[in-house]
């Protein structure tokens, strides 16, 4: 559905100096409509299925090259390293805090957040990489600290994207 949000607008000549004709003056009034779009469409997660799949039976999944024994969270289908394909791992889904923000403001897809909002930098047990998601139930700003302990904690859908069946929160919460 479009609605009219502005009427017969006229703007200047592309060159206000100069004395020639401008070749489109009649087309300098225009109307401005504001559109409203909703779009659906489907969206494969592909290589990274599982750990989507696993987050909604409450299991947190990295991957491991068999080469270099790295283990990926976020999981990767191929090693950065050496780029042999990885197979699949189940962690503790308990980890510590290397780096966090506190965030004032949320994005239009994240609006749902009370604010202010954290986001974690976490070393998940058994991995070799950090994983970033929203850290919950942390008491007061204050108590969170680098190295603290926490552990996956598994959300009731629905939800908008399944990255949101999970956060962080402090350990001994």
Not at 5 to 34: C, M, Q, S, Y
Not at 43 to 59: A, I, M, P, V
Not at 160 to 172: G, N, Q, R, T
Request: with cysteine.
């Amino acid at each position: 559905m479009a609605t009219v949000t502005g009427k017969l607008k006229h703007l200047p000549a592309p060159d206000p100096l100069g004395p020639n004709p401008d070749p489109w003056a009649d087309f300098r009034e225009i109307e401005v409509l504001g559109l409203e779009w909703t779009q659906h469409y489907k969206h494969s997660l592909g290589k990274y299925s599982r750990f989507f799949l696993e987050l909604e039976n409450r299991r947190f999944f990295a991957t491991r090259c068999p080469k270099c024994q790295k283990v990926w969270t976020p999981p990767r289908p191929v090693c950065p390293d050496d780029l042999t394909i990885t197979g699949w791992v189940e962690l503790s889904g308990r980890g510590q805090v290397v780096s966090f923000s506190v965030l004032h403001y949320a994005p239009a897809m994240l609006s749902f957040l009370k604010t202010p909002y954290v986001l974690a930098y976490v070393k998940m047990e058994g991995a070799d990489t950090l994983f970033a998601h929203l850290l919950q139930n942390f008491g007061d700003l204050s108590q969170i600290r680098h190295g603290m302990p926490v552990r996956v904690v598994y959300n009731n859908g629905p939800v908008d994207h399944p990255i949101m069946l999970m956060a962080f929160e402090p350990a001994d919460s």
